[in-house]
């Protein structure tokens, strides 16, 4: 009677096959593993942008008509001042929307301006916060009328953009008659309130598949006239 088995070429030839059937369900696991981690990491990267132009927009359409009193050399109360700052890359103003507290928090000084990127590539867009206190606690922020201290980073700085290829702020300015439209000044020096701010900005390295900063335009809905105070903001 003959018997029946197996050859050792067989053995090999199941081993080999068995070998590369787990090789390729290894490869397939690490591509989507791979593929898992990317996806993640993308929506990540969109959802941080996408908050980050939500935050800028409501800091911009909180803003707070403050009229600051700014100290004198003395030390003592000086003139006071339109608590708003309007410069192609520094912004400064009061507003009811904070970093940490959201629109629930209480009204916070803001400096926003725009830094170089790192090693020297781009520029970011930064945000300092400050617990707004009253118009003499505005009035540390101010040498005289329409007269601020520069800005300046600290360990607290939030990064609102980076990676940007560029990024300056602009301020609507109400038009002189009715018939006229209204223009956009790259310098506020009115003494009042613009009607609306835009902050332009584009990727330094653009990417279609991802969601990229884009400009960010906000209405003020607040009245223009320095001399009108809100009763409920005296501190």
């Known amino acids: 009677m003959k018997q029946r088995g197996i050859t050792l070429l067989e053995v090999l030839i199941a081993v080999t096959l068995l070998s590369l059937l787990s090789v390729a369900m290894f490869l397939a696991m690490r591509i989507g593993l791979n593929s898992y981690e990317r996806a993640g990491t993308r929506l990540m990267d969109n959802r941080r942008?996408?908050?980050?132009q939500r935050i800028v927009q409501s800091e911009l359409e909180?803003?707070?008509p403050v009229i600051a009193t700014c100290l004198s050399p003395t030390g003592g109360p000086g003139p006071k001042t339109l608590f708003f700052e309007g410069q192609p890359q520094v912004m400064r103003l009061v507003s009811t929307f904070s970093l940490n507290q959201g629109a629930r928090g209480q009204p916070q000084?803001?400096?926003?301006?725009?830094?170089?990127g790192e090693n020297g590539r781009g520029v970011r867009l930064v945000a300092n916060e400050t617990?707004?206190?009253?118009p003499l606690g505005a009035g540390r922020f101010c040498t005289g009328p329409r007269q601020f201290l520069p800005v300046d980073i600290g360990p607290k700085t939030f990064v609102l953009a980076d990676k940007l290829a560029y990024c300056h702020f602009a301020y609507l300015v109400p038009p002189p008659a009715p018939l006229?439209?209204?223009v956009w000044n790259d310098t506020w020096t009115k003494e009042m309130w613009p009607m609306a701010?835009?902050?332009d900005m584009a990727?330094?390295?653009p990417n279609p598949a991802a969601v990229e900063p884009i400009s960010v335009v906000a209405p003020l809905n607040l009245h223009r006239s320095p001399g009108i105070q809100y009763e409920d903001l005296q501190y």
């Not at 942008?49 to 980050?52: E, K, M, R, T, Y």
């Open 180 to 182: 006229q439209p209204a």
């Open 197 to 199: 701010i835009r902050i």
């Open 131 to 134: 617990l707004y206190t009253g």
């Open 203 to 205: 990727p330094l390295d």
């Open 62 to 64: 909180g803003l707070v």
């Open 49 to 52: 942008v996408a908050g980050a």
């Open 109 to 116: 000084i803001l400096e926003i301006f725009v830094i170089p």
